[in-house]
């Protein structure tokens, strides 16, 4: 943990997004549950949580565009 702290160097936003993006654009995926490990993760490492909704949605929009671009 101590580690992705680091590695965001204080940056609370940051993690949000990383949280909100691994958990929106894997919703429904066979191997969502990493990437809600990952994201929970990013919440514990003290992510914005205010503003995971807001990257949550990206995310989902960026599947959506990526599953459309496939077709």
Known sequence: ?????????????????????AAGFHQGDPDEAPHLH????CIDARAD????????EVGRYRAAARADASR
């Open 1 to 21: 943990m101590a580690e992705l702290v680091e590695v965001a160097s204080g940056r609370p936003d940051l993690l949000a997004e990383c949280a909100g993006l």
């Open 38 to 41: 990952a994201a929970q993760f």
């Open 49 to 56: 949580r205010d503003l995971i909704p807001r990257w949550v």
